[in-house]
């Protein structure tokens, strides 16, 4: 893991099981992560658990231990980075619809999903004649990183990902034997889902990448890797490259697009304020508030008190 010496530990998670009692179980989980300074978003629903939370390795580990207590989440494997800082400000547990939103209600992981496909083994899997691979993240994300000849579906949004594909169904697959079809994104829990929906749209021969993209680049060697530019991450580090460091872009604060070293030097590119990608979608009022909140964050910064309006989460 980069980073090791760092001393806030950052874990990602989810799980897909069956929740009858969300309430019930928001506030003992919201209470015990505020009693260790644990700080991050907790989504809960009636098909499972999903967020990131940093803290004190103390703090996490009592989370954690608090979660794998809960019905179905033995079994949770997070993926753990580290910080030099705090990333999140406040501490959320939701109650949601989804843990993962595809806005397609039948849709249930627990009944059936792909073939789980460790990362030792896909590049076999991906480099097979025949075999579909799809690119199942949202296209700002698709741009900065993705496998060979994936196919990227230029979705704004995970629940757009239904309505792209019954569209290209009958070019993606034909009238021949069904292909193979894999998918990923960065930790496993959209492709899980979505080869739970192709499996329920007919298709069989689905798989994904076990861990996801995250897994991945920390287990391949950079020199069998079939992975293309750097995998943007929902937190500080905004994307992280083999070995999961971090890799070389930042965050436009006005959107939350990833922008590299090219994109920062645009004349569009202000920090805080705009970049190429979004100059066009924001007004001269609303880049005046961006330019505000950025002052009023390094001025919090110089008096080394955090700014919530800064926060990552």
Known sequence: ??????????????????????AGIRGPLHDLCRSFGVKGTLLLAREGINGTIAGSDEGIAAVLGHIRALPGCAGLEPKFSRAATLPFHRMKVRIKREIVTMGEPDIDPLAGVGHYVPPEEWNALISAPGTILIDTRNDYEVAVGTFAGAIDPRTAAFSDFPAWFRAQRETLLGDAAPPKVAMFCTGGIRCEKATAFLKAEGVEEVYHLDGGILKYLETVPPAESLWEGECFVFDERVTVVHGLAKGGHELCRACRRPVNEAGRASPLYVEGVSCAACHAERDDRQRAGYAERMRQTRLADARGVPHVGASHG
């Open 1 to 22: 893991m980069a980073d090791t010496n760092l001393p806030i530990c950052v874990a990602a998670l989810y799980r897909f099981t069956s929740f009858d009692d969300c």
